[in-house]
């Protein structure tokens, strides 16, 4: 089973400071995603990162593919209340018989304070 | 509207009363999912269907059944529901070989 771990579990910040959350395995994934969950409803597709270094920008956010892809992150610029949410990352199985099963992370709750 | 929806969005139940779960999509998408979301758990895949009458285990696969009998309908069936099942389930359709996920809203299910 291909696990991902998040870190941190927690964050808690300020308005307009800048924060960075980690999506970590020892296994090689062919993509990863990205969500963001508000409470109370199903999470929603953020990015998806394919190609291994690969960095995508959304508006303050930026997320990166390592290079073996093994690990992304998601790094946000100047984070504002509306930013506060479950964050998730996400992946499909290498294939074979574990084609279509996808791993999540445990997540991270991120609060910015005004 | 492209949707992902669920029935019922809140369900108490006893032990042992059989339930099912709905979810429907109108995206034509081939593959759909279950997840459970407990705290600190993430999000854990139940099962999944890769097209119509094709279904395979996820990661916690026991004390759950599905169908795909029509490619729209995925429904999540607990024959014997216990207090561990207690949770918040999603359903989840994608297009594409990136399985890249739309949600449904949730349905929170307790278990007594």
């Known amino acids: 089973t291909q696990l991902l771990e998040q870190s941190p579990q927690f964050l808690s910040i300020q308005e307009g400071e800048n924060l960075t959350v980690y999506c970590n395995s020892s296994?090689?994934?062919?993509?990863l995603q990205w969500y963001r969950q508000e409470p109370g409803e199903g999470p929603v597709l953020l990015v998806t990162?394919?190609?291994?270094?690969e960095v995508k920008k959304l508006k303050r956010l930026t997320f990166q593919f390592g290079d073996a892809r093994k690990d992304s992150s998601l790094h946000i610029t100047a984070a504002q209340p509306g930013d506060t949410g479950l964050y998730l990352c996400?992946?499909?199985?290498?294939?074979?018989?574990?084609?279509?099963?996808?791993?999540f992370g445990q997540g991270t709750i991120l609060t910015v304070h005004p | 509207e492209a949707q992902v929806t669920q029935n019922p969005r809140y369900l108490i139940t006893v032990t042992g009363k059989k339930l099912t779960v709905t979810c429907s999509q109108n995206?034509?998408?081939?593959?759909m999912s279950w997840y459970r979301q407990d705290p600190g758990l993430g999000l854990r895949q139940i099962y999944y269907s890769m097209n119509v009458e094709v279904t395979d285990k996820g990661d916690v696969p026991e004390g759950y059944k599905v169908s795909r009998k029509e490619k729209r309908n995925f429904p999540l069936i607990l024959e014997s529901p216990s207090p561990n099942q207690t949770s918040l389930y999603f359903c989840?359709?994608?297009?594409?070989?990136?399985?890249?996920?739309?949600f449904g809203p949730g349905t929170r299910l307790t278990v007594t």
């Open positions: 995206m034509n998408h081939e593959y």
């Open positions: 296994s090689v994934f062919s993509s």
């Open positions: 990162v394919v190609t291994g270094g």
């Open positions: 989840a359709s994608s297009s594409g070989r990136l399985y890249e996920q739309y």
């Open positions: 996400a992946g499909p199985a290498a294939g074979g018989t574990s084609y279509g099963k996808l791993t």
